[in-house]
């Protein structure tokens, strides 16, 4: 298991002569034996625009949604909904259950309107897993 720290921070003038305000976030998150250079990459990126967007939608005035069932916050800025990426543990469940019904990641994304797997939302890899949990 690989362990992925991601911290952003921005410092910006205040009210008042020589003041300024500091935002900051951090997360971590572990990541999954066995990907490849470039997965490794996509996943470091995402993690890191995550942290970044969060910072930047404090600093915007961004307004979150109310939390869902499944824990994820999502952000509105000029109406539409900015949404969390899925985590790297939620797409290798995904995978394992597509894997076992015989659909490729390919499939996946090109139905969920994505690149790939990993570009996937938090609720769209979750109602894939709930709906084929449930069947």
């Not at 008042?16 to 996943?43: C, F, K, M, W």
């Not at 993690?47 to 961004?62: N, Q, W």
């Not at 539409?80 to 994304?109: C, D, E, F, H, M």
């Amino acid at each position: 298991m690989l362990k992925l720290n991601a911290s952003y921070s921005k410092k910006v003038p205040a009210d008042g002569e020589y003041t300024s305000q500091s935002y900051h976030a951090s997360i971590e998150v572990e990541l999954p034996d066995g990907l490849n250079q470039n997965q490794l990459q996509t996943r470091i990126h995402e993690t890191f625009a995550l942290v970044k967007e969060s910072v930047e939608a404090e600093l915007h005035g961004k307004t979150p949604i109310q939390q869902g069932g499944n824990g994820v916050v999502n952000t509105v800025n000029n109406g539409q909904q900015v949404s969390t990426p899925a985590s790297p543990k939620q797409i290798n469940y995904l995978l394992t259950l597509a894997s076992r019904r015989g659909i490729t990641p390919q499939q996946i994304a090109a139905q969920h309107g994505v690149a790939t797997v990993e570009q996937m939302s938090k609720r769209q890899c979750s109602d894939l897993i709930n709906s084929w949990r449930a069947a």
